[in-house]
């Protein structure tokens, strides 16, 4: 499949993966926009939020369990950070497989948009 996340899952690129189990899987972005910029993802290809069912829905508490674990890690539990999904077009999604965005590491902007 054309899909970059799902070539860093099936390892045929290489990435820095910090977690994974068997729903979710956790790399450095490689075009970082802060000093810890990480991406979650599910290992199943779900183009978008949108394309997320409600019998679906816990992945994404899930994936906020391993970014705040991952936070830890990172040690920017305490001094911050912003959990961010872009979706669709409009939203600013580049790649089609659903993510989390993990920005820690200096002052955010509070501008979002
Ligand atoms: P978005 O604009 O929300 O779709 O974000 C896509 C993110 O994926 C961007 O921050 C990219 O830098 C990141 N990205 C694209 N390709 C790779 C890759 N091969 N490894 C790690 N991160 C990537
Ligand atoms: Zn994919």
């Known amino acids: ?5 799902c070539q860093i899952i099936a390892r045929e ?4 993966i910090l977690y994974q ?5 956790a790399f450095r972005d ?4 802060a000093p810890t910029h990480l991406i979650i993802i599910p290992k199943r290809h779900i183009p978008s939020l949108s394309h997320l069912s409600e019998a679906e829905s816990s992945l ?3 994936m906020v369990n391993v970014a705040n674990q991952l ?3 990172e040690g920017v539990a305490e001094s911050g950070y912003r ?6 077009e409009q939203g600013g999604q580049l790649v089609s497989h659903l993510h989390m965005h993990l ?3 200096r002052q955010l902007s509070p501008q979002l948009g």
């Open 1 to 5: 499949m054309d899909c970059v996340f």
């Open 13 to 16: 690129i290489p990435s820095d």
């Open 21 to 25: 189990d068997e729903e979710i899987i």
């Open 30 to 33: 490689i075009n970082p926009q």
């Open 60 to 62: 994404i508490g899930n």
């Open 71 to 73: 936070a830890k890690r």
């Open 83 to 88: 959990l961010a999904i872009n979706c669709g």
């Open 103 to 105: 920005l820690a590491g």
